[in-house]
């Protein structure tokens, strides 16, 4: 199991590493390489937590949403989040094929019906996803619109993918000058293996 994570509200989310929630959302899945894979989202409530661990969504909402993650909308929910991570992580690290760039698309569109503008601080405006407070959708319309803004955005171009094994988290890299989520795990697992697979002298 990945050692990258956070207990919020007793459960077990991965660590924010990558500086953008969307990336995070991806890497709520780890060993994308095959590897020992595993997965945080497992269960709605861990959704729904997760959602508002990576500031998507306030308290207040994951605490409505929290009440009905028994439902079998929300399993539905749960699951069509599963299948829109593993296209999205698709789109960012080799442009997707048909399916997973339609499901992308799909769940994008959904969430841009869903959006409105709403006034932010100092005169601006911002964007912001609404639905009935009890619609267990919400995590998901949130990070799919998230989703859409950061991939039409210019830190599209700064997206990497974390090359330890049993990893493949992605992240952001502007200065060009990271390769790890993370040095302190797999950075370091990395230098460890290089150092025991030399030969003796």
């Known amino acids: ?34 590897n ?4 945080y989202l497992t269960s709605y409530d861990a959704l729904a937590i997760w959602s508002g661990f990576a500031d998507l969504l306030s308290d207040e909402q994951v605490a409505t949403l929290l009440v009905t993650a028994d439902s079998p909308a929300a399993a539905a929910v ?13 789109v960012i690290t080799t442009g997707g094929d048909a399916a997973s760039l339609d499901t992308f698309e799909a ?29 267990p959708g919400l995590p998901l319309l949130a990070v799919a619109w998230a989703a859409g803004q950061l991939l039409s955005s210019p830190d599209r171009a700064f997206i990497r993918a974390c090359p330890g094994r ?29 150092f025991t697979a030399r030969p003796a002298v």
Not at 22 to 33: E, M, R
Not at 170 to 184: A, H, K
Request: with cysteine; hydrophobic share 35%.
């Open 78 to 90: 749960l699951d069509r989040a599963r299948q829109f991570r593993a296209s999205l992580y698709r």
């Open 166 to 194: 049993g990893c493949g988290w992605l992240f952001l890299d502007p200065r060009g000058r990271r390769r790890w989520c993370t040095m302190g795990i797999c950075g370091n697992r990395e230098k460890a293996r290089r």
């Open 36 to 39: 020992r894979p595993g997965d």
């Open 107 to 135: 769940q994008v569109h959904a969430a841009a019906a869903a959006a409105h503008v709403r006034p932010g601080d100092g005169g601006t405006f911002r964007w912001e996803v609404r639905s009935d407070p009890g619609d």
């Open 1 to 34: 199991m990945s050692t990258h994570y956070e207990v919020v509200a007793g459960v077990r989310l991965p660590a924010r590493l990558s500086g953008d929630a969307v990336l995070d959302f991806c890497n709520t899945w780890y060993g994308w390489d095959g």
